[in-house]
């Protein structure tokens, strides 16, 4: 499976962004979606994930902001950025899981975009 992301860009703080993730086929429903995150200096970070059955997981930072849904007709998963901050600011990656659940590590994902930038000036 590869995914491309798409959508991230030069905001202001307060702005919002929406990521794409388009996959290059249909996958199964026990699959997990996820994005990750990579500010400078830092390691990746689990920002947002949806399990096979639509329960959802947020960081503590993100949540409130931060909305992730799925269109599986269109193979594609979506990161809704709203209220940005500078801290925001990173590299988004997406990935998948062939797993039922979410798990922080970003070493047990199967399959990874190659990032977006998305960067939130004060």
């Known amino acids: 499976v590869q995914l491309v992301e798409s959508g991230g860009g030069l905001v202001q703080a307060g702005d919002s962004l929406r990521l794409s993730c388009a996959a290059s086929e249909r996958t199964g429903n026990m699959y997990t979606r996820g994005w990750f995150r990579r500010a400078p200096g830092k390691e990746r970070e689990l920002v947002a994930a949806?399990?096979?059955?639509?329960?959802?997981y947020y960081r503590d930072s993100v949540t409130g902001r931060f909305t992730i849904s799925r269109d599986t007709a269109k193979n594609t998963v979506y990161l809704q950025m709203n209220g940005l901050k500078p801290e925001d600011t990173a590299v988004y990656y997406c990935?998948?899981?062939?797993?039922?659940?979410?798990?922080?590590?970003?070493?047990?994902?199967?399959?990874w975009g190659q990032g977006t930038q998305v960067t939130v000036s004060s």
């Open positions: 990935a998948y899981r062939r797993s039922t659940d979410w798990v922080s590590s970003p070493q047990v994902w199967d399959y």
């Open positions: 949806i399990n096979w059955s639509g329960r959802l």
